[in-house]
């Protein structure tokens, strides 16, 4: 809006050339802690000495953004004398469910500080647009922060947003600092945020309004992910009827119903999300997705792709006892592979199929694309000690 100043542009592409310049260090340097303050306490201490057209920028929310699970807040009021990290996102981008995870972690530690999270929600097709899809993306990746429903992306657009996931920081006068891009930045926005804290006087850590609950689900499942049908003759004497596997996502576990009435006969996971081995009662999952079964002699086997632990998890029905084949619980792009069981990383596995049933059970688990453009595979060996 406005006529902007020859210098108010130029003003503007330096602070934005300086803060690429700080991200870009960040990401390509192992610095230690002091050297990173030191970095981020210059990059402030140089934007805020750039006179900049502060109406260049967004002063408030705009009018056409829907406030989801939170009442309307705004840059001039509940939010002023804070810092603010926007984080644009859309719910089918495996990336921004990545981002999602990162936050919550950051959102537990600066938990009473002046730090303030906010969704910005910007749709790729029409039918992200519609609040009541974005209401069960809240819910069903436990969003606890308020989210912004940018259906016609206005902020997108005011911020000059161009990729998902994006976390923008803006000051606490509401003018923009820094964005980060993609992945891999939480620990450089936790740093950020910290030298933020200490650099700028005066900030607020009032708390914001509480959230307002989006919707209350009921039933006995939530959100399920996958179902896999199981005769009772291959049950290996398990079941004494046909029966349905599902990934119950959204409650953590692993139910096993009558195909003929849908009771529940089996519950496998306590429920709350977590990582943990276990017998049937005490084992954890996060969000689990593609599920398969096979057959181990006398023994059946169920396998699960634990997305957000990512990870690959195995139910011996007979010992009623849950382990992980493959994975650590930590998000790893390793695309060269060769490493065994838990010392093998990978990214949101989102489907898992047995290729044969030898005396060597190939598993095959497909993730969604990251940062290539093609779907990726990997194939474990599990051999029968």
Known sequence: ??????????????????????VYQLRKFRFNEDRKASLITSFLSRISSLP??????????????????SPNLQLGQELKSKLVVLDFWVYACINCLHILQELTDLEKEFAGSAVTFI???????DNERESK??????????????????????????????????????????????????????????????VALDYYKDLSAEPLPPLTKVFAPSGPLLFPS????????????????????????????????????GRILVSIGCGDAGFEDGDFES???????????????????????????????KVDMTARYVTTVAGNGKKTFDFKAGKV?????????????????????????????????????????????
Not at 167 to 181: C, N, S, Y
Request: with cysteine; proline share 5%.
């Open 1 to 22: 809006p406005g006529v902007w100043k020859f210098e108010d542009l130029i003003n503007k592409r330096l602070r934005k050339n300086l803060g690429e310049d700080l």
């Open 119 to 125: 969704g910005v929600h910007c749709a790729k097709f």
């Open 52 to 69: 900049i057209d502060k109406s260049s920028y967004p002063r408030e929310f705009p009018a056409n953004v829907t406030w989801i699970n």
């Open 283 to 313: 084992c954890a999952f996060d969000s689990p997705q593609g599920i398969c079964w096979a057959k181990d002699g006398e023994n059946l086997l169920i396998f699960i792709a634990d997305a957000r632990n990512h990870s690959i998890r």
């Open 341 to 385: 069981g838990r010392e093998q990383g990978m990214a949101s596995p989102w489907d898992v199929v047995v290729a044969d049933q030898t005396d060597i059970l190939s598993l095959i688990h497909i993730s969604e694309p990251t940062r290539q453009a093609e779907i990726s595979y990997a194939v474990f060996c599990l051999k029968k000690k």
């Open 226 to 261: 996958k179902v896999v049908f199981l005769a009772f003759e291959d049950s290996q004497g398990q079941f004494s009827e046909d029966v349905l596997i599902v990934s119950d996502a959204g409650n953590n576990r692993i139910v096993v119903l009558a195909a003929a009435d």
């Open 133 to 194: 899809s974005l209401e069960a993306a809240i819910v069903r990746y436990n969003v606890h922060h308020p989210v912004v429903n940018d259906y016609e992306g206005s902020l997108w657009n005011a911020y000059q947003v161009h990729c998902w996931p994006t976390l923008l920081v803006l000051g606490p006068d509401g003018t923009p600092l820094i964005q980060f891009r993609d992945e891999g930045n939480k620990e450089h926005l936790r740093s950020f945020l910290k």
